[in-house]
């Protein structure tokens, strides 16, 4: 198993339109210099009142420990390492504040490892952490890129992307989804998800997208909101961040959303766009008690995040009030000018409380002790950005929980996917497909039905969960995902409980003509950068997909198009070869949720109509990528039929 490659890529309605551009965006890709940057002024920015107030004995504490800290555990605490890069027994050299396991780490570099080794490795790091010699006794925190379920476990409840959760419209369902993600990561004995994202995307062409609620800047706000106290509990309550909750990190701050598609792009909009469209779920997260905030890998105006001080520490910190920890990502600061991946004063200095370095730990640890001995990073720097470390993990009761493995919920793994978990992950599927086209009320099928389900999305589960599954770019197969359904056998099991029959063809091949054929096809999985595309047309150079549909049809089989994929896209010529389709975005392994809708019950009564509303606008053509652009949408945000309405669709260009 190989560790996670150093990335080449990151880790709206009325509103946007009226915060139209103020700057002229440079060139696909092109970034300006920082001589270019516009001055900020954290004065125009929301004060915000604090969502938990000032303890003193917390404070105390805080204190007492900094004071018995030396310079080398005080920078220690500032530097998160991956687990593919520290071992237990490092930290007992090494007194390094956190550890994670990026996208493609697990333990033993077994991606299939079992939730038992996870607990087993989380002791380890936990046990060394507090007995290393002249060790404060301060637990090392443990982070995971938990951004739709604990989704690198194998057999965990995974949900349907964030794309996907913003067609639903129920902010309660988010925050239960919170819930339930949060108790499965403490079931495996970590402490912190690295979510949620609270990029409001405006360019589809990001491989991101599918990673941001919607173009709608309220949308982000109502479901971070909820995503932070789903995770975390609600401030002021015993539930916050007891046993059953896990530290929240809304990222990436600010504006990785507004980068014209290009992933660790330059984001060229207004200070007030930055504060009203990219930061509308920052303010929503620190209103729900966010305990940290993950920078950036983007830039505004030329300006790096991690080392822009302006927004990190005068406006987050200062204006905006947040008192938690601010997280670099994977190596971030290393493109700050002057800086490597071991050395980088500049992106402390700016307001980087943590670092994530995954694999340069020992290098970073030396020379940012130096600087601090030097005076290049001052000790009052130094000792504020400890402070915030510190406040979190007691906070969180870090230093009260005891081994991950004495916690609560810890091994209990009968709750990871567990099946009143999986029941909202299904109702969160059902929830968020939308109805663009249904030609002569052809859905909902009957279950009595002779189906066909085709194309290669069909009993694909990695294609219908997307990138951050199980591994960074998702690319497993069937049998890695337990009990999990892919939606041909989510159909079958629909259509032969009430006497039809499904077949599996994924070509379309049949003998005797079907009553229907449901086809599902798609984007194939990606993450970050590697999700980048020139252009939104659906499958450029490759129209497979199309042939299959259009020859169907033209055997005069009904067609039901299923399209999985991450973003809009522009799929005129498929939508004229259906009889009837549905946006699906990534729905993850629970393919009996999209059965759920496309089917009537036995009776012949409708169980579950669509309820899915576009979280962004559908692309009319190929060539104006931007959500917000002056080119009419062919569906405009907010679009989804039902089931009683007209769903005839004109010939499209």
């Known amino acids: 198993m190989k560790r996670r490659p150093a990335r080449i890529a990151g880790y709206c309605a009325a509103c946007a339109l009226a915060l139209a551009l103020c700057v002229p965006s440079p060139a696909r890709g092109a970034e300006p210099g920082a001589a270019s940057a516009p001055r900020v002024h954290p004065q125009r920015w929301p004060k915000l009142p604090p969502a938990l107030p000032r303890d003193r004995g917390l404070e105390r504490r805080i204190d007492e420990l900094l004071a018995r800290l030396t310079p080398e555990q005080k920078v220690g605490q ?46 380890r790091f936990y046990d060394a952490s507090v007995a290393a010699p002249g060790s404060p006794g301060i637990p090392a925190l443990w982070g995971v890129d938990a951004v739709h379920g604990h989704n690198n476990i194998p057999g965990a409840t995974i949900f349907p992307h964030n794309i996907a959760l913003g067609a639903t419209r129920d902010p309660q369902l988010i925050r239960r989804i919170g819930e339930i993600t949060a108790l499965e990561v403490r079931v495996t004995g970590l402490d912190w998800a690295f979510s949620p994202t609270a990029a409001v995307a405006r360019d589809a062409r990001w491989g991101r997208t599918y990673e941001s609620y919607s173009q709608n800047p309220a949308v982000v706000r109502r479901y971070v909101a909820a995503m932070v106290r789903g995770l975390q509990g609600t401030p002021g ?44 779920g920052y303010q929503a997260a620190i209103g729900a008690g966010a305990q940290t905030v993950m920078a950036s890998y983007s830039s505004w105006h030329g300006v790096r995040m991690h080392g822009y001080r302006a927004l990190l520490t005068d406006v987050l910190k200062g204006r905006m009030g947040f008192d938690g920890l601010v997280l670099g990502d994977w190596n971030g600061h290393a493109q700050l000018p002057g800086c490597t991946p071991d050395s980088c004063a500049a992106a402390l200095n700016a307001g980087l409380d943590v670092f994530m370095a995954p694999d340069g730990w020992r290098a970073l640890h030396a020379h940012t002790l130096a600087q601090v001995t030097s005076g290049e990073i001052s000790a009052a720097r130094l000792d504020d950005a400890v402070r915030r470390v510190l406040r979190v993990k007691l906070r969180a009761h870090l230093d009260r929980e005891g081994r991950p493995s004495a916690r609560p919920f810890a091994g209990r793994f009968e709750l990871l996917g567990a099946p009143a978990h999986r029941a909202v992950a299904r109702q969160a599927v059902r929830e968020s497909l939308v109805l663009l086209k249904n030609h002569q009320h052809l859905l909902p099928l009957s279950p009595h ?43 079958a099991r629909c259509v032969t409980a009430a006497g039809g029959t499904a077949r599996l063809s994924e070509a379309g091949e049949f003998h005797t003509r079907p009553d229907v054929a449901i086809v599902v096809f798609g984007e194939n999985p990606y993450a970050e950068g590697a999700g980048d595309v020139p252009t939104l047309e659906y499958s450029p150079g490759d129209k497979r997909d199309l042939a299959l549909l259009r020859r169907l049809r033209a055997a005069q089989v009904p067609v039901v198009a299923v399209l999985l994929s991450g973003r809009p896209l522009w799929v005129n010529a498929e939508l004229d070869a259906a009889d009837s389709f549905v946006a699906a975005w990534l729905p993850g392994p629970e393919g009996e949720g999209v059965a759920d809708v496309l089917f009537r019950a036995p009776d012949g009564s409708v169980r579950y109509d669509f309820r899915g509303k576009l979280p962004f606008s559908w692309p009319r053509s190929a060539r104006v990528p931007a959500v917000d652009s002056g080119e009419p949408p062919l569906f405009p945000y907010g679009y989804g039929l039902i089931y009683e309405d007209d769903g005839e669709l004109q010939p499209l260009p």
């Open 449 to 491: 039905a002779q189906v066909l389900v085709a194309g290669d999305g069909a009993d694909n589960i990695a294609k219908q969960s997307g990138g951050w599954t199980i591994t960074w770019q998702g690319t497993e197969t069937n049998q890695d995902f337990p009990h999990a359904q892919s939606i041909y056998a989510g159909i």
């Open 237 to 280: 309550t015993p539930q916050f961040l007891d046993a059953a909750h896990v530290i929240a990190t809304p990222k990436h701050f600010l504006g990785d959303g507004g980068t014209g598609g290009v992933d660790q792009g330059d984001n060229s909009a207004s200070e007030s766009e930055l504060r009203d469209v990219d930061g509308a």
């Open 78 to 123: 500032l530097i998160q390492a991956d687990i593919d890069s520290i071992t237990p027994d490092d930290l007992r050299h090494y007194p390094l504040g956190s550890i994670l396991n990026g996208g493609n780490s697990s333990p033993h570099g077994d991606k299939l490892a079992p939730p038992g080794e996870w607990l087993t490795l989380a002791d």
